[in-house]
């Protein structure tokens, strides 16, 4: 029950925006999104419920379509500190996480 | 959040021999997780350790190689027994905080393990 992310890679200049998307095969009760960067542990980015609202803070935001089983990503004028791994993880229910395929974004100059 | 830490940061150990990693949190949590992820690849969940009963495992994993510990609120120890290469890997722990009105996962800073 792992879901995909697409692209599975993808290079930015800064300032460019990205989108990342996440789906999965079974119904979400909710979406999170971490991002990795080499040789650290993932950090926390944001949550996304069921029934609830596209989210945000600073320039990254997400989106939820519970009826696709899908959750995006958006990163708008893209910073060289936003390069890393961004993963999504799924929830079906009051549950485990489990995370997806992953997605490597390289910001440069 | 939470602040967790880990210890080892990181071992190499031989083939045959076991592992046992440390995860130690600053506030007392409900939920912890053990996670391996192998080199570029993604976070596998291990088992959820529940405090003062046996762990939780996920399809794959078994007791006898990852012997789960949680003997309270705020500490937990995975073994990683009977050593092999393929075993080679970041093994992270994990715990559920409720911070903004939704349970968020947050990770250690990982044990690097080689095995040779």
């Known amino acids: 029950q792992q879901p995909v992310q697409s692209p599975q890679a993808v290079i930015l200049r800064e300032g460019e925006d990205a989108v990342i998307n996440c789906s999965s095969s079974?119904?979400?009760?909710?979406v999170h999104w971490y991002r990795q960067k080499h040789g650290e542990a993932p950090v926390f980015l944001m949550i996304l419920l069921k029934g609830g609202e596209q989210k945000g803070h600073d320039k990254i935001s997400a989106s939820f379509n519970e009826k696709k089983q899908q959750s995006s990503l958006y990163l708008t004028a893209s910073q060289l500190s936003y390069s890393g791994t961004y993963f999504c993880?799924?929830?079906?229910?009051?549950?485990?996480?489990?995370f997806g395929t992953g997605t490597r974004l390289t910001v440069i100059p | 959040s939470a602040v967790i830490s880990q210890k080892p940061s990181r071992d190499i150990c031989q083939r045959g021999t076991s592992l046992t990693i440390q995860c130690q949190v600053d506030s007392q949590v409900t939920m912890m997780f053990w996670y391996r992820q192998q080199p570029g690849q993604s976070l596998t969940l291990i088992a959820t350790?529940?405090?003062?009963?046996?762990?939780?495992?996920e399809s794959g994993f078994v007791i006898d190689k990852f012997p789960i510990s949680r003997p309270n609120l705020t500490f937990s120890t995975l073994t990683v027994s009977n050593l092999s290469p393929e075993d080679s890997s970041i093994y992270l722990c994990?715990?559920?905080?409720?911070?903004?009105?939704?349970?968020?996962?947050?990770f250690g800073p990982g044990t690097r393990l080689t095995v040779t």
């Open positions: 993880g799924t929830q079906t229910g009051a549950n485990n996480l489990f």
């Open positions: 350790a529940n405090q003062g009963s046996e762990a939780t495992y």
């Open positions: 079974k119904a979400l009760y909710s």
């Open positions: 994990s715990v559920e905080d409720f911070w903004t009105g939704a349970y968020e996962q947050y």
